[in-house]
C-alpha cells in the first residue's frame, strides 16, 4: 500500500535552516506530482510547495517563495524540502501528500 514518511523536523531558531524528507513506497513514485502541506495549531492546513513527476516544475505559496525549495530524487521515490530563512510563523506540522495519500507528519518549530 501506499506509504508516505516524513522526517527531518525540529526545533530551530529564526533565521535557521531545515531539509524535510519524505520517503515513498508502494508506488510508482516518478509518476505522480508531490506536494508539502503544513498545519499550524488552529489553522488549516494549507499547501507549501508542489512538484512535477519529473522534477522540471515547481510551485510555491507566496509565504514561502525565496526561502524555500521543493525538490525529488526518483531513483530514491523520495522528495526533500529545504527551509531557510526560517520564520516563527513556519511553526508547523509538515505533511507530504502524494497520489491522494498523507505522511504522518514532521513537526518544525522556530523560536524567536
Known amino acids: 500500500q501506499v506509504q508516505l514518511v516524513e522526517s527531518g523536523g525540529g526545533l530551530v531558531q529564526a533565521g535557521g535552516s531545515l531539509r524535510l524528507s519524505c520517503a515513498a513506497s508502494?508506488?510508482?513514485?516518478?509518476?505522480?506530482?508531490m506536494k508539502w502541506y503544513r498545519q499550524a495549531p488552529g489553522k488549516e492546513r494549507e499547501l507549501v510547495a508542489q512538484?512535477?513527476?519529473?522534477?522540471?516544475?515547481?510551485n510555491y505559496a507566496d509565504s514561502v517563495k525565496g526561502r524555500f525549495t521543493i525538490s525529488r530524487d526518483n531513483a530514491k521515490n523520495t522528495m526533500y524540502l529545504q527551509m531557510n530563512n526560517l520564520k516563527p510563523e513556519d511553526t508547523a506540522v509538515y505533511y507530504c501528500n502524494g497520489l491522494g495519500n498523507w505522511g504522518q507528519g514532521t513537526q518544525v518549530t522556530v523560536s524567536s
Open positions: 512538484i512535477s513527476h519529473s522534477g522540471d516544475m515547481t
Open positions: 508502494g508506488f510508482t513514485f516518478s509518476n505522480y506530482f
